[in-house]
């Protein structure tokens, strides 16, 4: 072949035509010799064009299949770059062996690492695939070293290098070998799950300052939509389970193991009454599932009779009458959540149950099948229920029609004919007084749990001896049990300490002492003594 011709380009190894100015595949500047306008001509014939190669695996873009040659076309024009869509696919000049190695960069420039691809196989550096062939390059010239193809002519100085080897003509390396900019990086092999030779393995990226750290994985961050960016791991959310202890009462609620979020909601406080004596809270709802918002009601139920019963406790109400309006307060703050427009969809609705422990007395109340149990310290004592659920299953007992083992064996047992929402029937809260002469404890919670010990002797035997002492530990193992039997609805229960006051010994004989008289006690629904 000619010597003052150039047979490949001298960055990239690509064959040429004669009459060349640019690269097809680089665009690379071709700098003719003074004699590259002679008249002689190649002493090696050309062969004919080869086949359109295939398209590389995992998509590319297509090389048009030449129609004319370019002496044909014009060899006054230069070749288009590579990537173009009036491109023509490159001919083959000379035997192979003559360009498969390629001379020294005209204006070399630093490389990054060849990185590694699957099985071993070195892999061009991020911007230098080669679209003509996947297979390894040519013996003694691995990819990123001298047979790799340098960048094309530096674009503007004000502005990155465009380049054609990329989808869209993304900017590549700045000139220099600057860093990427924020927010730019390079065009990463997919297939390349490897760290560069020499470098330490990449750590898991950690979470963002301020941001929540995967339960998981312990390194991700998570994202507005509660999974973590790093392994995709949903996170617990915050309801999914609550333990809340005072120096009096505890709590426990728990999303469950078959419902996607928690729809109970409970509320636990303590207040200090006119003489000084102590006052204990619990408070514990559950949402319709079958209404709208179930959630937020029973929230905003179980906070509007909390903040009722702290209002009207301290300020001398009787507990029965201040349990009443309380549950008042929570049905006006379930109403206030339905929708605008009456009938757009099911008013948010839930259940409620309450205790009060004060004075040396025992205040519940509820509307709905949420229950109340007494479990006494003396377990040679009997325990015993002390809310009746307002359930289709409880008025068919009620009536005679069946019995309660059949009553509850029947699909229609839970559902309720008494609840807080906008459309209740009606209203009836249900209050009751009693008033304890040994010490005990007072289950509070929701049918999550009583659906897996329902009578008050297998609670009585579920819930731990020493729960008056620790009343948190008590409400665990509760939850642990229905948990354990399947854990198909939420579970929520409060565990609240009953200790009997010892009466005032006076002398025989001597007057009663005197001072403001105990305000009247208003009518009660039932007065049972435990």
């Known amino acids: 072949m000619s010597m003052h011709r150039l047979s490949?380009?001298?960055?990239?190894?690509?064959?040429?035509?004669?009459?060349?100015?640019?690269?097809?595949?680089?665009?690379?500047?071709?700098?003719?010799?003074?004699?590259?306008?002679?008249?002689?001509?190649?002493?090696?014939?050309?062969?004919?064009?080869?086949?359109?190669p295939p398209a590389p695996p995992g998509g590319g873009y297509a090389i048009p299949a030449p129609a004319a040659s370019h002496a044909a076309s014009g060899a006054?024009?230069?070749?288009?770059?590579?990537?173009?869509?009036?491109?023509?696919?490159?001919?083959?000049?000379?035997?192979?062996?003559?360009?498969?190695?390629?001379?020294?960069?005209?204006?070399?420039?630093q490389e990054p690492e060849p990185r590694p691809g699957p099985a071993g196989t070195p892999y061009p550096a991020p911007g230098h695939?080669?679209?003509?062939?996947?297979?390894?390059?040519?013996?003694?010239?691995?990819?990123?070293?001298?047979?790799?193809?340098?960048?094309?002519?530096q674009g503007p100085a004000d502005g990155p290098e465009t380049r054609h080897d990329r989808p869209g003509g993304d900017p590549g390396t700045p000139a220099g070998a600057t860093p990427w900019s924020t927010g730019e990086a390079p065009y990463e092999n997919p297939y390349d799950s490897a760290p560069p030779a020499g470098a330490a393995p990449a750590a898991a990226p950690g979470p963002t300052p301020g941001g929540k750290t995967c339960v998981a994985c312990r390194a991700g961050h998570v994202d507005t939509d509660g999974y973590c960016e790093h392994c995709g791991h949903a996170q617990p959310r915050e309801r999914d389970h609550v333990e809340e202890e005072l120096g009096s009462v505890a709590a426990v609620s728990d999303r469950g193991l078959r419902h996607h979020r928690n729809e109970d909601s409970f509320a636990v406080s303590a207040t200090a009454l006119p003489d000084g004596s102590a006052a204990t809270v619990a408070v514990v709802c559950d949402g319709v599932s079958s209404a709208s918002r179930p959630d937020d009601a029973s929230a905003a139920a179980a906070a509007a009779a909390n903040e009722a019963l702290l209002e009207a406790l301290p300020r001398g109400a009787h507990p029965q009458e201040a349990m009443h309006e309380a549950i008042l307060a929570a049905a006006a703050a379930v109403d206030a959540l339905a929708p605008e427009v009456?009938?757009?969809?099911?008013?948010?609705?839930?259940?409620?149950?309450?205790?009060?422990?004060?004075?040396?007395?025992?205040?519940?109340?509820?509307?709905?099948?949420?229950?109340?149990?007494?479990?006494?310290?003396?377990?040679?004592?009997?325990?015993?229920?002390?809310?009746?659920?307002?359930?289709?299953?409880?008025?068919?007992?009620?009536?005679?029609?069946?019995?309660?083992?059949?009553?509850?064996?029947?699909?229609?047992?839970?559902?309720?004919?008494?609840?807080?929402?906008?459309?209740?029937?009606?209203?009836?809260?249900?209050?009751?007084?009693?008033?304890?002469?040994?010490?005990?404890?007072?289950?509070?919670?929701?049918?999550?749990?009583?659906?897996?010990?329902?009578?008050?002797?297998?609670?009585?035997?579920?819930?731990?001896?020493?729960?008056?002492?620790?009343?948190?530990?008590?409400?665990?193992?509760?939850?642990?049990?229905?948990?354990?039997?399947?854990?198909?609805?939420n579970i929520t229960v409060a565990v609240v300490p009953f200790a009997t006051?010892?009466?005032?010994?006076?002398?025989?004989?001597?007057?009663?002492?005197?001072?403001?008289?105990?305000?009247?006690?208003p009518e009660v629904e039932a007065r049972p003594q435990v």
């Not at 064959?15 to 665009?27: I, Q």
């Not at 609670?459 to 049990?481: F, T």
């Open 129 to 153: 695939e080669n679209p003509y062939d996947t297979g390894t390059p040519p013996e003694g010239i691995p990819w990123g070293a001298a047979g790799s193809p340098a960048p094309a002519p």
């Open 76 to 109: 006054g024009e230069p070749a288009p770059g590579w990537g173009s869509v009036a491109a023509a696919a490159p001919t083959l000049v000379g035997d192979p062996a003559d360009w498969a190695a390629a001379p020294a960069p005209h204006r070399p420039e």
């Open 8 to 52: 490949g380009c001298p960055s990239c190894a690509e064959p040429l035509e004669e009459g060349d100015r640019f690269c097809g595949l680089c665009g690379y500047a071709l700098t003719p010799s003074s004699a590259a306008v002679s008249t002689d001509h190649p002493t090696v014939p050309i062969p004919p064009a080869p086949p359109t």
């Open 501 to 521: 006051q010892p009466e005032r010994e006076r002398e025989p004989g001597s007057a009663p002492e005197t001072g403001t008289a105990a305000p009247a006690e």
């Open 342 to 489: 009456p009938g757009a969809q099911n008013a948010p609705a839930c259940t409620l149950v309450g205790a009060v422990v004060s004075g040396g007395l025992l205040t519940i109340g509820w509307v709905g099948d949420s229950r109340a149990y007494w479990v006494p310290d003396d377990r040679a004592a009997l325990p015993r229920r002390l809310t009746e659920d307002d359930s289709w299953a409880a008025q068919m007992v009620a009536a005679g029609l069946m019995g309660e083992a059949e009553a509850y064996a029947d699909a229609r047992a839970h559902a309720i004919t008494g609840w807080l929402g906008a459309d209740a029937y009606e209203l009836e809260p249900h209050t009751a007084i009693f008033k304890p002469d040994h010490p005990g404890v007072v289950v509070v919670c929701t049918d999550g749990l009583w659906n897996y010990a329902e009578s008050a002797r297998e609670m009585a035997q579920v819930l731990p001896v020493d729960a008056a002492v620790r009343p948190l530990h008590g409400a665990q193992v509760l939850v642990g049990h229905a948990l354990d039997g399947g854990g198909h609805d």
